[in-house]
């Protein structure tokens, strides 16, 4: 079993600097393929990145390739978003997810491939 739970969020001005981290309790996160997801008010929910149980392989979706960069710490069994020159449209709630992959290398970008899911945390973007 994992339990996510997603710290950092809060208030920041337009190109500033956020870093989330999503702590599991349980299993190491490192066995599972992790993916970031956000939900802004009235949008649905939407894929930030994707990465691969082994690390190799990352997807990043079109709005947030080159300013926010995933990242773990096996020791701690955490994961990170650090997210750069953040924009007010990326106001949203930022959740983590994982699940099992049976394949090392798979990315998965739709939420209900996922399993286990924080809950969430506040990101704000004042222009």
């Known amino acids: 079993q994992v339990q996510l739970v997603e710290s950092g969020g809060g208030l920041v001005q337009a190109g500033g600097s956020l870093r989330l981290s999503c702590a599991s309790s349980?299993?190491?996160?490192?066995?599972?393929?992790v993916g970031w997801f956000r939900q802004a008010p009235g949008k649905e929910r939407e894929i930030v990145l994707g990465t691969s149980r082994s690390g190799k392989n990352t997807y990043y979706a079109d709005s947030v390739r080159g300013r926010f960069t995933f990242s773990r710490d096996n020791a701690k069994n955490t994961v990170y978003l650090q997210m750069d020159s953040l924009k007010p449209e990326d106001t949203a709630v930022y959740s983590c997810a994982a699940r099992v992959a049976v394949l090392s290398n798979s990315v998965f970008s739709r939420a209900d491939e996922y399993t286990y899911w924080g809950q969430g945390t506040q990101v704000t973007v004042a222009s």
């Open positions: 349980g299993r190491t996160l490192s066995s599972y393929a």
